[in-house]
T-cell receptor, first 111, second 113 residues
Framework: GESVGLHLPTLSVQEGDNSIINCAYS??????FIWYKQESGKGPQFIID?????DKRQGQRVTVLLNKTVKHLSLQIAATQPGDSAVYFC??????????FGTGTSLTVIP | EAQVTQNPRYLITVTGKKLTVTCSQN?????MSWYRQDPGLGLRQIYY???????DKGDVPEGYKVSRKEKRNFPLILESPSPNQTSLYFC????????????FGPGTRLTVT
């Protein structure tokens, strides 16, 4: 299978600070990437996506950066709030049919 | 409300007793998929379906079957469950292909003793 991993399994940030969650992927043919948020007891929830023809995409308080040279993906959350505490997954998509997920980073926001 | 539903949410069963986990979506999505989530391994794709009567193996299909007779339903079948299939299972759907935003169900926690 594909290797999609995260650099840090846990991350703690102070409320109001910015958070950066990193992800490495191994297949240079991957053409679509998604970040998901999973709260305890719930299914993953879509946050933001990016296609391989872009290197940056912004949403509301979130930014995804894609560096294809080093096969690295990051999720930046601005002004982190307690409601952002969750596990975050990156996923890569090759050929439009299959998805490969990372193992997740647990983000804890300290009030 | 647009959603993906799964039933049951929790299931404890014994080895070898056939079971089915149902998945239904009300968004007229073509693509549906099943994942299992295990500690330290993240989400792994079991099977997916591009449309009615079109199904394909994901990363970990052994021990599972699926069917897609109708667009809205995508049941996961375990013909002879084993303890290594104890896991948290998620169904997901997206509009047309895996490259579109996927909507996930609430999960089914299965324990096989």
């Amino acid at each position: 299978g594909e290797s999609v991993g995260l650099h840090l399994p846990t991350l703690s940030v102070q409320e109001g600070d910015n958070s950066i969650i990193n992800c490495a992927y191994s297949n240079s043919a991957s053409d679509y990437f998604i970040w998901y948020k999973q709260e305890s007891g719930k299914g993953p929830q879509f946050i933001i996506d990016i296609r391989s023809n872009m290197d940056k995409r912004q949403g509301q308080r979130v930014t995804v950066l894609l560096n294809k040279t080093v096969k690295h993906l990051s999720l930046q959350i601005a002004a982190t709030q307690p409601g952002d505490s969750a596990v975050y997954f990156c996923a890569e998509n090759i050929s439009g049919n299959q998805f490969y997920f990372g193992t997740g980073t647990s983000l804890t926001v300290i009030p | 409300e647009a959603q993906v539903t799964q039933n049951p949410r929790y299931l404890i069963t014994v080895t070898g007793k056939k079971l089915t986990v149902t998945c239904s979506q009300n968004m007229n999505h073509e693509y549906m998929s099943w994942y299992r989530q295990d500690p330290g391994l993240g989400l792994r794709q079991i099977y997916y379906s591009m449309n009615v009567e079109v199904t394909d193996k994901g990363d970990v299909p052994e021990g599972y079957k699926v069917s897609r007779k109708e667009k809205r339903n995508f049941p996961l079948i375990l013909e002879s469950p084993s303890p290594n299939q104890t896991s948290l299972y998620f169904c997901a759907s997206s509009l047309a292909r895996a490259g579109d935003e996927q909507y996930f169900g609430p999960g089914t926690r299965l324990t096989v003793t």
